[in-house]
């Protein structure tokens, strides 16, 4: 057979691949971004039927185009689908699935390969219930994804499910700073440095916009301690436009923080979960930036502990 041919009819193999094949090359732990990225793409469908059957009509936002991400960046914008289909089912009077945490440990695709079946399988339940018969067509494969590429596919189906369930509000995005607090505190535990508790005094009233600002300079701070922890790599910063920015936007940013706070535990071989936090119920904007801005402190705190060892 000709080489052309040969390679013709391989890709197209791949292309046509079933399920119980893709299974195997999971099972042999040959799972790549690519073969994630197709999960994602089949998850897209299905919360397109969802939205399409429920009757919502509204356009969601386009994310913007990424970069930097690694698999525990992937792994932890996975969650925050699960803790949306969570809303959701809960809302609808379903079971809702649990949602957990970022392992401990170095997230590989196989892991991320793990988590998106699990959402796919969550929304192909919640079909079922609603007894919505529209199937889907299995996505093809395309070779050559990145995590930053499953990672934009997964944010666009965070921003499709926001039709499904109640709006992000403060009072999630400050929850998700209390789980940043908890993580920093464990790491501050094993740098040996001392962190503020109370948040600095707030004047003047707060926006959104203030609050976004703090969390995408945290970001940078984390980016600078993880440069100055020994044999480490720093996280990239993404750009972000702050303008028309929203609470789950913020909510991206502070899902991107806690995965940075994974991944400098993991590097200190630091073993303890972070457990689970109630949402609370009416948190004033002021409140969650003094929240955040404390997080900017004690970053700062610990850059400059490390710094003087």
């Known amino acids: 057979m000709p080489i052309v041919k040969f390679i013709s009819y391989y890709v197209v193999l791949i292309f046509l691949l079933p399920i119980a094949a893709m299974a195997a090359i999971v099972d042999n732990g040959n799972v790549s971004p690519s073969h994630v990225y197709q999960v994602t793409e089949n998850i897209i469908s299905e919360i397109d039927i969802l939205r399409e059957a429920i009757g919502v009509d509204d356009e969601p936002n386009e994310p913007e185009a990424q970069r930097g991400k690694t698999p525990i960046h992937v792994y932890g914008k996975g969650l925050e689908l699960l ?23 170095d997230i590989k695709p196989s892991d991320v390969f793990e988590l998106v079946s699990a959402i796919l399988l969550q929304l192909s339940s919640m079909k079922e219930q609603l007894v919505i018969s529209d199937t889907i067509e299995n996505a093809k494969f395309v070779g050559a ?22 709006s992000i509000k403060p009072e999630d995005v400050y ?46 701070k984390v980016s600078e301690l993880e440069k100055r922890l020994t044999g480490m790599a720093a996280a990239s910063v993404p750009e972000v436009t702050l303008v028309r920015i929203r609470s789950s936007d913020i909510y991206d940013l502070t899902n991107m923080l806690i995965a940075e706070m994974v991944r400098i535990k993991v590097h200190l071989k630091i073993d303890l979960p972070r457990g689970e936090l109630p949402t609370p119920h009416r ?27």
Do not use: C
Not at 89 to 105: C, D, F, H, N, S
Not at 149 to 162: I, K, R, T
Not at 283 to 308: P, R, S
């Open 83 to 105: 803790e949306k289909i969570s809303k959701a089912q809960r809302k609808l009077g379903m079971t809702p699935a649990e949602v957990g945490e970022i392992p401990l440990r």
């Open 145 to 166: 994804k990145m995590p930053s590429d499953v990672y934009e596919n997964l944010w666009l189906a965070s921003y499709m499910l926001d039709g499904l369930v109640p």
């Open 175 to 220: 929850r998700n700073i209390q789980y940043i607090h908890g993580e920093m505190r464990l790491i501050a535990t094993k740098l040996d440095v001392s962190l503020d508790l109370e948040p600095p005094e707030v004047t003047g009233r707060k926006r959104i916009k203030n609050i976004g600002q703090q969390a995408l300079f945290s970001l940078y």
């Open 283 to 309: 948190v004033k904007t002021n409140e969650v930036f003094g929240q955040m801005h404390l997080v900017v402190k004690n970053l700062e705190k610990m850059i400059k502990a490390v710094a003087a060892k």
